[in-house]
């Protein structure tokens, strides 16, 4: 079964904390993202990574720094978490840049 | 800058009927125009896509009409039924790739009974 998973799904932290969320996949795909959904605002892209240690980042990456050291696990650090980076993530992945993007069930994040 | 838009913001339908979902774009390198269907507590699934060399797609009940020279689309759903109440985002990208999409705020569709 195809599946993009994320760890935790809920998860709450004070501000100045240090965050770590973590995304895993059994597909082999090469292709990570991590995303970031606000109410009413779609998704926005945060960091693209196009295989182990060859990262890139996307539209909101100020507060944020990825790391991808195996194939299928791609983690999202939130160095000294604010309160506007409350929000749900969602991590995905797809084989190549052409093809069909999977997302994870996200995870609920809330910076207090 | 949004350049994707996307109306209504929500729309209420009955079953049986043709929802209609809209979206427009700006940038004239997006060529990619996949549409993700959400349901809450969870991550958004491919729906339906369309390249722009195409101007009509159809997958069951879903179709895509694009109109490349107005920098519009849309997205039709027949038969609707309340199983489709979900929130349809339509994203575009550049050169054919999902590498760099850029989102639109979504359509949150009901399906009556």
């Known amino acids: 079964d195809m599946k993009v998973t994320q760890m935790p799904r809920y998860l709450i932290k004070r501000m100045g904390e240090n965050v770590l969320l973590e995304c895993g996949q059994d597909?082999?795909?090469?292709?990570m993202y991590w995303y970031r959904q606000d109410p009413g605002l779609g998704l926005q892209l945060i960091y693209i990574?196009?295989?182990?240690?060859?990262?890139s980042e996307g539209d909101i990456p100020k507060g944020y720094r990825v790391s991808r050291k195996k194939r299928e696990h791609f983690s999202l650090i939130l160095d000294s978490a604010k309160t506007n980076q409350t929000s749900v993530y969602f991590c995905?992945?797809?084989?190549?840049?052409?093809?069909?993007?999977?997302f994870g069930k996200g995870t609920r994040l809330t910076v207090v | 800058q949004q350049q994707v838009r996307q109306s209504p913001q929500s729309l209420t339908v009955w079953e049986g009927e043709t929802a209609i979902l809209n979206c427009s774009y700006e940038?004239?390198?997006?060529?990619?125009f996949p549409w993700y269907q959400q349901f809450p507590g969870e991550g958004p699934a491919l729906l339906i896509s369309?390249?722009?060399?195409?101007n009509k797609k159809e997958d069951g009940r879903f179709t895509i009409f694009f109109n490349k020279r107005e920098k519009k689309l849309s997205l039709h759903i027949a038969d609707s039924q309340p199983g489709d109440s979900a929130t349809y985002f339509c994203?575009?990208?550049?050169?054919?790739?999902?590498?760099?999409?850029?989102f639109g705020k979504g359509t949150k569709l009901s399906v009556k009974s």
């Open positions: 995905a992945s797809s084989l190549g840049q052409n093809t069909e993007v999977f």
């Open positions: 597909m082999s795909h090469e292709t």
């Open positions: 990574s196009y295989d182990v240690d060859s990262n």
């Open positions: 940038n004239s390198a997006f060529d990619y």
């Open positions: 369309i390249l722009s060399v195409s």
């Open positions: 994203a575009a990208g550049p050169g054919g790739s999902n590498a760099k999409l850029t």
